[in-house]
């Protein structure tokens, strides 16, 4: 009786590990992804280094959050720019191509899709998929402007 319960706890514990483990691989989904030109945007992946822009923007790289407009509204990383997953292939012509962008959403597929469903095929080659902007350990901005921090 006691190896029993040993494989029921054992089970239990490896049931909730891979729980634990999807749930972080979906939360990083293509966190990191660029394009031929994006390269360079690797340095902003880690929150730290993401602040240094919001802090200094560069005028040539833009934050673009492609959440929905009212959770946009609620809070965005300071200084980045809501263009909603749903609005964004219409608005292509405020996104030049010779800028570079770095894309974030939520938790990162939304961010993925709009890169690989708009930007890629309208021949974007700088960008970054930021992933989930709730990595974002400091002050958020609210309203429907960018804001600062």
Same mark, same amino acid.
């Given at each position: ?29 293509? =966190? ?22 919001? =802090?200094?923007?560069?005028?040539? +790289?833009?934050?673009?959050? *492609?959440?929905?407009?009212?959770? /946009? ?20 012509? =405020? ?5 570079? /962008?770095? *894309?974030?959403? =939520? ?7 709009? +890169?690989?469903? *708009?930007?890629?095929?309208?021949? /974007? ?12 350990? /400091? ?11």
């Amino acid at each position: 009786m006691n190896s029993r319960s040993d494989a029921r706890k054992r089970s239990k514990y490896l049931g909730l590990l891979l729980v634990v483990f999807m749930s972080a691989a979906m939360l990083g989904c293509n =966190e990191g992804y660029v394009g031929p030109d994006g390269l360079p945007l690797l340095f902003y992946l880690p929150p730290e280094n993401l602040k240094l822009i919001v =802090e200094n923007p560069d005028p040539n +790289i833009r934050l673009i959050d *492609v959440r929905p407009f009212q959770r /946009y509204v609620e809070w965005h990383i300071p200084t980045a720019e809501s263009y909603p997953s749903s609005d964004i292939a219409g608005r292509l012509d =405020e996104l030049p191509l010779d800028q570079c /962008y770095i *894309v974030m959403c =939520e938790t990162g597929p939304r961010a993925q899709a709009v +890169i690989e469903n *708009v930007l890629e095929p309208n021949g /974007y080659r700088c960008f970054m998929n930021y992933g989930a902007s709730i990595r974002w350990p /400091y002050g958020f901005a609210s309203g429907a402007e960018p804001g600062t921090l």
